[in-house]
Each structure stands twice: as C-alpha cells, then as structure tokens.
C-alpha cells in the first residue's frame, strides 16, 4: 500500500472524528444528561470543535481534496446554533423601542470570596463593598443575585434595605455555621407576590417574584441550579500527578450535578406551566448554550445576548470565553435593545446586564 494512499485514508479518518465530535455537540443540545452524562463534553466543546472544522475545510480545499465535504457538511448546523456563543452584531440603542424599559442585572457574586490579597486571604468586606458600588452604577430597575452572603444573617433585612434605599427586595437564604447564603431579588417596580422552588438534595433554589410594571406585569424566576462542584486546578493536577482518585472524583461529582440539574429544570419548567402572565428567566444556570438545559428554557422565551448582545457572551471567568453559564430570557413579545456582561473580577462569573422594553396598549 502507497504511502499517499495510508495518508488519505488518515486524513480522511481525522476529518470524519472532527465531523462527528461536532454533530455529538449538536446533539448534546437535546439529549438529557442524565441519561448520558458523557454528552455534556462535546457540548461543551462546541466553539472549539466548530473552528476545528473551518480549519480542516480550508485545509483540504487548499490540498483540493473531494474530502472537503466531510467537514463542509458537519458545519452546516453551526449557522443555527453559532449566535449562542459569539454574535458579531448589535442591538437597537435603549429607548429607540416604544415601551416601559426595565433593566434588570444578574449576578452570582460568588458569596464575596473572591477577592484575595497577596497573602491569599480573602478580602470579603472589599469584594462586598465592591459589589455593591458596581451595582448601583448600573442604574437597574431589578437585581437578581445569587449565592449572596451574609455572616449575621439577622442583619438581611437592614443591609439590604440600608444599601438598596428605593427597591423592593426578596429572598430565600440558607443558615450555615458561617452565616447564610441564597438568592435575593430587588425590584423599584413594586413586588406583588413572591415565593421559592427550593430542590431536592441541593441548596440552590430559584425565587420567584410577581413584577407589576405599569397595568401589565410578568413573573420573574431568578435561578441557581446545580453546578459541577469541581476544581479546574484540581483536575490539571490530578492528570500531571496521576492521580486517579482525584480524577474519580470528579466523575462522580460531575454524574451528581448532570443528575440533579434536569429536575430542577423540570421543577421551574412545571411552575411556569402553572403561570398566567409572561415570564423571565435569569440568573447562574451552570450550563452552556448547546445544554440541554439551555434547550428547555429557552423555549417560548428569547436569550437576550442573541437578541442584542455582541462578541464572546462569556460570563464564567474560568476558561474563558468557553463558558457561557448565566442568562437572562425574556418573552418573545418583548423586545431587547441592551446586552452586555462587563469583565469585572469580584467573583469567579461575570454580571449580565440586559435592558429589555415591555409594550404597553399604546404601542
């Protein structure tokens, strides 16, 4: 056998790899995790995989190999799902759509603990005062924030109301040996009814809150859902140091949390069925945009960075710009004029900040 017939069956057997690894990213969109945990990597992997491809297509069309449709063929798909993860346009400025404007922020502050001196110890009182300076510079009309600490968690109520003057608030926390942790969500528009979907076998939880804006109003689900629970650094070390258990370990939490996030999905899915107004979704759902997860909520709901968001839509510092995890969905009937997650460092995610306009009868 020629030595250019075994490097044609290679070539081909490599572009046929990359071909399938992206059609399994594809799939991984509507596949539950929890039936096949495996499926969330090449998900994961679905802008990596996708530039593989372009650069295996130019590759063979420069050699002028027929087998430039293997490649060609495998990205095809990728014109309807590419705007999940990177978007080369811009939305209408805010105020040019006819409407009430709400601007609503979303940010998992990560309990405070991530800014360090460097010593390494935690600098909480700096990283919350931080916080909260960049809060109130974004003017928002509703702040939905998660995994929000408090080391007394008697003093809730007075901080929030003492740093929030003007917004009505919710919460569902916690208590710990440390204090307490949850979710809380501010509002200016006024707070008709409220509540929490607490999970089973989790802390995380999603609130929601009865938003009246004007004659109309819409329900808003301010959600935190099982994450991985694992260390990126920890997973480097265990492949360097050959360290099997730690590697077990982390299958094993990763199966947990693909377990668990389904339920939870469903468990919102099943509250929103139940719901007479329009409904928005945001907050740290800890999956990406080719998820299952991602595939369930959006439906009958609009992803504001899809709408008006530009460049990486990235709000995970960690392996950026992979890791699109935090959200803001609105209904289809409103439109969206603002997107944009600034690259802040006071927690381990980045804030998204979305401006979107409810029509009213007059328009």
């Known amino acids: 056998m020629s030595r250019s017939l075994i490097g044609g069956i290679t070539n081909r057997v490599l572009l046929i790899i990359a071909a399938g690894l992206l ?3 594809y799939a991984a969109a509507f596949v539950n995790p ?26 063979a069309l420069i050699r002028r190999s027929r087998a430039f449709l293997i490649p060609l063929i495998a990205l095809l798909p990728t014109l309807f799902f590419i705007g999940r993860n990177f978007r080369t346009g811009i939305g209408p400025e805010p105020g040019e759509a006819g409407g009430v404007p709400v601007r609503i922020v979303s940010y998992n502050v990560g309990r405070f603990r991530n800014l360090k001196d460097e ?32 080391s007394d968690p008697d ?51 999603a609130l929601f809150t009865d938003i009246k804006v004007g004659k109309e109003g819409f329900r ?23 360290t ?15 377990s668990l996030r389904p339920e939870q999905v469903d468990k919102v899915l099943g509250h929103i069925a139940g719901c007479p107004s329009g409904t928005v979704l945001c907050g740290d759902f800890n999956d990406n945009p080719m ?20 460049g990486f839509g990235s709000t995970y510092r ?29 927690s381990d995610h980045y804030p998204v900040i979305s401006e979107f306009v409810i029509k009213t009868e007059n328009n």
């Open 220 to 242: 808003l689900y301010n959600c935190h859902f099982e994450s991985y629970n694992i260390s990126f650094p920890g997973i480097v070390k265990g492949v360097f140091d050959r």
């Open 291 to 310: 998820s299952y997860t991602y595939q369930r909520l959006i439906r009958g709901h609009r992803d504001t960075f899809c709408e008006a968001g530009h």
């Open 155 to 205: 003093k809730l109520r007075s901080e929030l109301e003492s740093n929030f003057s003007g917004y009505d608030y919710d919460f569902y926390v916690y208590t710990g040996k440390y204090g307490c942790f949850g979710n809380v969500t501010l509002s200016r528009f006024p707070i008709a009814d409220q509540g929490v979907l607490k999970f089973d076998r989790s802390s995380n939880l």
């Open 318 to 346: 960690v392996l950026w710009p992979l890791l699109r995890i935090d959200y803001v969905f609105v209904p289809k009937g409103y439109d969206t004029v603002l997107h944009t997650s600034p690259k802040i460092g006071f």
């Open 244 to 258: 099997d258990d730690v590697l077990k370990e982390t299958e094993q939490k990763m199966k947990h949390s693909l």
């Open 23 to 25: 059609v399994l990213s």
């Open 34 to 59: 929890a039936r096949a945990w495996y499926m969330m990597l090449p998900g994961l992997l679905f802008f990596p995989l996708a530039l593989l491809n372009i650069f295996l297509l130019v590759w």
């Open 119 to 150: 010593k390494g110890t935690i600098r909480m009182k700096e990283c919350h005062d931080s916080v909260y300076a960049f809060l109130k510079r974004t003017d928002a009309d509703i702040i939905c924030l998660q995994e929000y600490h408090v």
